[in-house]
C-alpha cells in the first residue's frame, strides 16, 4: 500500500498524459503478457490488436468503464491484455479493430510504467470502479501457466485496493502431505475455490476453505482454514500468501509477519481445535475432519475404541526403497478396511497382497481382554503378516495407516533397521517355521520379489597390509577366501601353499571379513612371513559370503588374470597352479578343475545343461569316483565353478561380478557363469586338476533352514534363468 500511496502523484500525472486522445501506455507483465493502459471512446471484449504497424496480429481482451473524471475528449477508459512472444521488445503504435475503417490508432508512451505504476494509475482513472476493473484484470492474468512475475503484478494490482484484505497467520503440513492454512480475510465464502500460492515457485491449485466467527477482524471479515489440494511440491516455509478469490472477487491475503509454521506432529493438532467451530460444504469439512485424524508421530492403533490392535515384530530396509515389514493384526470383527505404509505424499497397500501367519501367541495375548473375549474363533489364529513393499525413497519417514470400515484412521510408526538383504531374509525366515503350510507362498510372494527388487552394494576392500612381496611376485594372483567360520585356522592353507613350489612363489591375495582381519592379522602375517609366502591381507568391508569376498579382491587388484580359490578347498596334488595358468594360457576363457570330497568322489565336474527342469543346469558326474574322470580331456561346460577358477578379470567386471539376491553360494556363482557364457566367454572344466572340500556353505544360519534358503535360490535362479534353456549358447554347450 505505501508504494501505491507513492505512485498517486505520479498517477495523476500519467492520467493527464493519456487524456488526450491516441495516447496509451504499456506495462509489461511478464514474458507473455502486456497490459495497455488507455481512454476514449466505449471499448470491450475481444479484439484484434496490431503492434507497430505489423501485419503481425495479437488478441487483446479488453476491459472498458467510464472515466471517474469523464471530459470531451475521452469519455471511457480501457485497459487491454494483450498476449505477446516479447513484451520487451521497443513500443510504438496499437491498432485495435479488425477493419481500416473501424479501427483505433494509439501512439504508445515512450517508456513503459511498472505494474505499481499501472495499478496507481488505474485507481485514478476507475475510481469507485476499480474493484471489478482489477477482478476482470485478474481473470485474464489466471490463465495458463502463472510464473513469478506474473503472480507478482497480480499482487501488486489487488494490493492497489483500500483496506487489507486479510492475512495468513498460520501454515501448516500433515504426513499425508496436506498443506493447511489459517487466517482471517474479507468477503471469504466456504467451499473450494482457485488460488495462486506465493512461493518461490508459483503454485495455482484448489483450496478446500471453512470459515468461522472471529471477533478480532475488521467489519466484513471471517477466519477460515483452508487446505491446499496440489501435486506439485511446495514447502511450508516458502509460502508467502494466496491470491484467492471471494464473494467480492480475488484478494491477497499476504504471510502475516508473526505467522506460525507447524509441522506435520503439530498441525493435525491445530485443524481439531478449529473443527467444530467452522462451517462449510460437506466436501470440505470431510476433507478437514480427516486432515485433522493424520499421522502425528505417535501409536493411536491401541487407542481405538473397537477390538482391532497392531504390532511390528521386524521391518527391514535395503538399498533401492525395498522394505520386507512382519508382524501381527488382530482384526476378529473385521473392522479394518486397509492397511497402507505411508509416507511423504505416497501410500502402498499391504493387506492387498501380504501373506497370513497363524500367530496362536496373539491370541493367547489377548484372550482375557473384555474387547476381544468373545470375538475369537475356535482354532484360527490368523493375525501375523508378511509384508514386502518397494520403490520407496530411503530417507523418507514411514508409518503404517489402517483405515476402518467406519472411515477412521489409525497409525503405527515404522522405524526400519537398514541391513543387506540376504542378512534381513535370513533373518525373517528363522522366525519362521520352515514346515509352515504357507511357507511356499511367503517364499513366492514375498521373499523372492523382496531380494529380486534389492540392489547389492559391490563389496569393497577397506584395509591392507602386504605380508610378503606381493607386488615383486609374478604370475596371476591367487585370491584366497577363507571358509564360513569366524575362527577357521588358515595355516593348514597356508602350509599346503608354501609346500607346492610353484605356489609359494606366487601373490596370495586373502580376504577376511573386516571384523576377522582385526583379529587374526596378526597371527596370519606372521604365518605368511615364516612360509615366506608372497602375501597380501586384505579386509572387505560388509562382506556377505564367500563370493562377496573373492568380489572384493578382485576388485581390488589390477591384474590382468585372478585365480579364485575357496579356503574349504584343499588341492589333491602339487603343480595344480601351473596346470591351470598354462591351460589358459591356451584356451582362455575360465576354467575349474574337478572338485571332490574327501572320500574321493566327484563332488563337481562341470555344469551341464538339463532338460526337463526349472533348473537348467547340473553337474553330470556328481559321485562318480575320481579315477572315473581323471583321464578325460579340457571340456567346455555352460558354466564354470567359482570356488576354484582362473578368470580374466576384465571379463568378471564387465559381467557386474556376482549377482544380488542369492542367499547361498551355489546359484549365485552359477548365475555368474551362465552370463559370462551368455556374453561370449566360454567356460571349461579341466578334469585332470583336483580340490577336495566338503559342500558349499548354503548361506542358512542353522541347519534347518538350508532347505528353504536352497528354495528361495532356486525360485530366484529359475526366475532369471528358465526362459535361457533354449538360447543358443546354451543348445551349442549341451551338444
Not at 328 to 343: R, T
Amino acid at each position: 500500500m505505501v508504494a501505491v500511496e507513492q505512485a498517486l502523484p505520479l498517477a495523476s500525472q500519467l492520467a493527464t498524459r493519456i487524456m488526450k486522445g491516441g495516447r496509451v501506455l504499456a506495462c509489461p507483465i511478464d514474458e507473455g503478457f502486456l497490459l495497455v493502459i488507455g481512454t476514449g471512446e466505449p471499448m470491450a471484449g475481444t479484439l484484434l490488436a496490431e503492434i507497430n504497424d505489423d501485419v503481425t496480429r495479437v488478441t487483446a481482451s479488453i476491459i472498458g468503464w467510464r472515466l471517474a473524471s469523464p471530459a470531451r475528449s475521452a469519455t471511457h477508459g480501457f485497459a487491454a491484455l494483450l498476449q505477446m512472444q516479447d513484451t520487451d521488445s521497443p513500443l510504438t503504435t496499437l491498432r485495435l479493430g479488425e477493419d481500416e475503417a473501424g479501427s483505433k490508432r494509439y501512439i504508445f508512451a515512450p517508456r513503459p510504467i511498472p505494474v505499481r505504476d499501472a495499478a496507481a494509475l488505474l485507481a485514478e482513472l476507475a475510481g469507485e470502479q476499480l474493484g471489478g476493473l482489477l477482478d476482470s484484470l485478474v481473470d485474464g492474468l489466471m490463465q495458463g501457466p502463472i510464473g513469478p512475475r506474473r503472480l507478482a503484478a497480480i499482487i501488486a494490482l489487488l494490493q492497489s485496493r483500500k483496506g487489507s484484505d486479510g492475512f495468513v497467520e498460520l501454515v501448516g503440513e500433515t504426513h499425508d502431505g496436506v498443506i493447511f492454512v489459517k487466517g482471517w480475510g474479507r468477503i471469504i465464502e466456504p467451499g473450494v475455490c482457485r488460488v495462486a500460492v506465493n512461493s518461490g515457485k508459483p503454485v495455482v491449485c484448489d483450496c478446500g476453505i471453512a470459515t468461522f466467527l472471529r471477533q478480532d477482524v475488521p467489519a466484513g471479515g471471517s477466519g477460515f482454514v483452508g487446505l491446499l489440494s496440489t501435486k506439485e511440491p511446495l514447502r511450508v516455509r516458502d509460502i508467502e500468501g494466496l491470491v484467492y478469490r471471494g464473494r467480492g472477487g480475488w484478494r491477497y491475503a499476504p504471510l502475516h509477519e508473526h505467522r506460525q509454521i507447524a509441522g506435520p506432529s503439530e498441525t493435525p493438532g491445530h485443524i481439531r481445535a478449529l473443527l467444530l467451530q467452522t462451517r462449510g460444504s460437506p466436501q470440505v469439512l470431510l476433507q478437514l475432519r480427516s486432515a485433522a485424524n493424520s499421522f502425528e508421530g505417535r501409536e493411536t492403533v491401541s487407542a481405538l475404541p473397537v477390538p482391532v490392535r497392531m504390532g511390528i515384530d521386524s521391518a527391514f530396509q535395503v538399498s533401492r526403497g525395498a522394505f520386507l515389514i512382519s508382524g501381527w493384526l488382530l482384526d476378529p470383527e473385521a473392522h479394518v478396511q486397509s492397511v497402507k505404509l505411508c509416507g511423504e505424499r505416497a501410500a502402498t497397500r499391504l493387506d492387498d497382497h501380504w501373506s497370513r501367519l497363524e500367530r496362536s501367541d496373539v491370541t493367547d495375548a489377548f484372550t482375557d481382554e473384555p474387547a476381544f473375549r468373545s470375538a475369537f474363533g475356535h482354532g484360527s489364529h490368523p493375525h501375523g503378516f508378511i509384508a514386502f513393499a518397494s520403490g520407496w525413497d530411503s530417507a523418507t519417514a514411514l508409518h503404517l495407516e489402517l483405515t476402518l470400515t467406519d472411515s477412521r484412521r489409525a497409525f503405527m510408526p515404522l522405524t526400519p533397521i537398514r541391513v543387506p538383504p540376504r542378512l534381513a531374509v535370513l533373518r525373517q525366515i528363522s522366525a519362521i517355521d520352515p514346515q509352515h503350510w504357507g511357507i511356499a507362498e511367503i517364499v513366492d510372494r514375498q521373499i523372492v520379489p523382496f531380494l529380486c527388487a534389492s540392489e547389492r552394494t559391490s563389496p569393497s576392500i577397506g584395509a591392507s597390509v602386504d605380508a610378503g612381496p606381493f607386488e615383486q611376485a609374478g604370475g596371476p594372483p591367487i585370491i584366497i577366501a577363507p571358509e564360513d567360520s569366524e575362527d577357521g585356522d588358515m595355516a593348514p592353507i597356508l602350509g599346503l601353499l608354501a609346500l607346492d613350489p610353484e605356489t609359494r612363489l606366487a601373490p596370495i591375495a586373502l580376504v577376511l571379513p573386516a571384523e576377522r582381519f582385526r583379529r587374526q592379522a596378526g597371527r596370519i602375517k606372521e604365518l605368511a612371513q615364516f612360509y615366506r609366502l608372497s602375501l597380501k591381507l586384505m579386509a572387505a568391508e560388509e562382506s556377505g559370503d564367500l563370493y562377496d569376498l573373492l568380489e572384493a579382491g578382485v576388485r581390488a587388484l589390477s591384474h590382468e588374470t585372478v585365480v579364485l580359490l575357496a579356503g574349504s578347498l584343499l588341492p589333491l596334488r602339487a603343480g595344480w597352479y601351473g596346470k591351470l595358468v598354462a591351460a589358459h594360457g591356451t584356451q582362455g576363457g575360465v576354467i575349474s578343475p574337478t572338485l571332490a570330497y574327501e572320500d574321493h568322489s566327484v563332488r563337481w565336474a562341470g555344469s551341464w545343461p538339463a532338460e526337463q527342469s526349472e533348473y537348467p543346469a547340473s553337474s553330470r558326474y556328481a559321485g562318480y569316483p575320481l579315477s572315473a574322470v581323471t583321464g578325460l580331456n579340457l571340456t567346455q561346460v555352460a558354466a564354470a565353478s567359482f570356488e576354484c577358477c582362473i578368470m580374466p578379470r576384465e571379463a568378471f567386471l564387465i559381467a557386474g561380478g556376482f549377482s544380488g539376491g542369492y542367499l547361498g553360494s551355489q546359484q549365485k556363482g552359477l548365475d555368474l557363469g551362465l552370463r559370462l557364457s551368455r556374453s561370449g566367454i566360454p567356460s571349461y572344466w579341466l578334469p585332470l586338476v583336483q580340490m577336495l572340500g566338503a559342500d558349499e556353505s548354503s548361506g542358512a544360519a542353522t541347519a534347518a533352514l538350508a532347505p528353504l534358503v536352497e528354495r528361495i535360490d532356486r525360485r530366484i535362479f529359475a526366475s532369471r534363468w528358465a526362459p535361457a534353456r533354449h538360447d543358443s549358447w546354451f543348445e551349442e554347450v549341451s551338444a
